[in-house]
């Protein structure tokens, strides 16, 4: 089975999906194993604080892992979709 990953970003899209890909890492070496949740897991990727989460229901039906970024750009996101 693979991961999905999906950004938002306002960076281009190059710096943008190297950041998710570096979250993405983070996150599934971060998780407990034998688990799909990623409830109260924070990571650090390039300088920057990155808190994960479970997620479903709001503006997406399909169960996900959602990080977003806590430092200077709120607005930056990584979806997981397993």
Do not use: I
Not at 11 to 39: I, L, N, Y
Not at 48 to 60: E, Y
Request: glycine share 12%; hydrophobic share 30%; with cysteine.
């Amino acid at each position: 089975m693979g991961l999905s990953v999906v950004a938002k970003s306002v960076h281009d899209r190059k710096g943008a999906c190297e950041t998710a890909r570096k979250v993405a890492k983070a996150a599934m070496d971060g998780s407990a194993p034998g688990t799909s949740g990623f409830a109260g897991l924070t990571v650090q990727v390039d300088g920057q604080t990155w808190v994960c989460q479970d997620r479903q229901g709001d503006d997406d039906p399909d169960p996900h892992g959602l990080c977003a970024n806590t430092g200077d750009e709120p607005e930056e996101e990584v979806r997981l979709y397993s």
